[in-house]
């Protein structure tokens, strides 16, 4: 969570923390299928796309209608690249879930977002941040989504909204955080933010 939400200046730290507790579980229930929910997200973070959607593919094998593990499978083919394969996973997550959390909402309006649709992004981000105004990655996606629409005065608002909520917000740190494995993917979303006026 804190790598997702940009609370931690020190990554480098966050990443072995989670993936040796996520070991620690791994190693005392393996039949458990939050546990390979938790290894997801660890190789995630590390880049190791296929690793990651491995695990996800076990927690759903242990339980087939475990809705969140197909939000996060759709989440990692977005982030490899495979917007359009994330679709129909997201989907069913919300259909095996119909009062899903709202983060299902950004991973929606990620793959959106990386599929160029950026009206129907717009209008989903726009429901995560209703659900959750905290949450800062919402009104960063929300930010670039329209400045890609060029909202620009809506883009400008919601780059404050990021700012107080995470005063240290530049673009090298997204550059830094987020894991693209397709560096255009990465550009239209530094794109986006750059239009919407956050700082470099």
Known sequence: MELLSGWTA???????????????????????????????????????????????????????????????????????????????????????????????????????FHLKRFPEAAETFEAAVDRNPQFSMAHQLLAATYGHLDR???AEWEAQETLALLPDFTLARVRQREPYKDPADMDRYIEGLRKAGLPE
């Open 10 to 112: 020190s990554p480098e730290e966050s990443l072995p923390l989670a993936k040796k507790h996520a070991k620690i579980a791994l190693e005392l229930d393996p039949n458990l299928r939050e546990v390979h929910f938790a290894m997801g997200s660890v190789y995630m973070w590390g880049r190791r796309f296929d690793e990651a959607i491995e695990s996800a593919l076990r927690a759903i094998k242990i339980d087939p209608n475990y809705a969140d593990a197909y939000a996060q499978m759709a989440w990692f083919q977005m982030y490899a690249g495979r917007a359009a394969d994330g679709l129909e996973l997201i989907e069913q997550a919300m259909r095996l879930n119909p009062y899903y959390p709202f983060y299902y909402s950004t991973v929606l309006g990620q793959i959106y």
């Open 152 to 154: 620009i005065e809506d």
